[in-house]
């Protein structure tokens, strides 16, 4: 972080690249949220946070309708959110299982997603929780009592402006078993690492060019 105004003018004045790649540092330390009870939700509202919209199809996964949905971004990265345990809803939905079918769409900007995973949080013996794609035939990742797919990182995938996903839940454990909350992670195109070569010597070019000038 800059500590004088001397720096921060110079920096400002020879570098906008860096500050662009600086300002990209600190989004990613933020996050913003959009939420909705799955009754509104799956009577037509969609979850539209940053440039990113998601909107139910069709479905049942005998969810209470004071459960809740959200579409949270942060880094520039967007996670799909099914939570069962709310302050109005505060059970965990131990029915045997379902489906249910939502896109998410880029809206406004020229960003694709280009990886997925799956996380989920159950009791110790509920089942798994599996999420497919249409539009990737063959994909199917597959979280078994709460395990994370992959264990780290993503799942590359071709760039995608849209994608069509269904969450299907089995819980072979029975009754006293519970899922407590999923989540689909959906990370998006960021500037490869050539472009980010080109804006740092760009940006450094531009500071020699002002210090020469100060000479």
């Avoid at 497919?132 to 992959?150: D, K, Q, Y």
Wanted: proline share 6%.
């Amino acid at each position: 972080m800059m500590t004088t105004n001397k720096l921060t003018k110079t920096f400002a004045s020879g570098s906008l690249a860096i500050g662009v790649l600086a300002g990209a540092v600190l989004t990613a330390t933020s996050a913003s949220a959009a939420m909705l009870t799955w009754a509104d939700w799956t009577s037509g509202t969609p979850l539209i946070e940053g440039d990113k919209k998601v909107t139910y199809v069709s479905g049942s996964i005998g969810a209470e309708a004071l459960d809740d949905v959200a579409l949270t971004e942060m880094g520039g990265h967007y996670y799909f959110t099914y939570d069962s345990l709310t302050q109005d809803a505060p059970d965990p939905n131990k029915g045997p299982g379902g489906s249910f079918t939502y896109t998410i769409e880029v809206i406004g900007s020229n960003k694709s997603i280009v990886g997925v995973d799956l996380d989920s949080d159950v009791s110790s013996n509920y089942g798994t929780v599996t999420e497919t794609f249409a539009e990737i035939p063959g994909l199917s990742l597959v979280s078994v009592n709460g395990s994370p797919v992959p264990p780290s990182g993503l799942i590359p995938i071709a760039p995608k402006t849209l994608l069509t996903v269904t969450n299907t839940l089995n819980n072979t454990g029975g009754p006293t078993e519970g899922l407590f909350q999923l989540q689909n992670s959906f990370h998006q195109s960021v500037p490869e690492p050539g472009t980010i070569l080109g804006l740092l010597a760009v940006g450094g070019l531009g500071l020699v060019s002002r210090f020469k000038k100060q000479k």
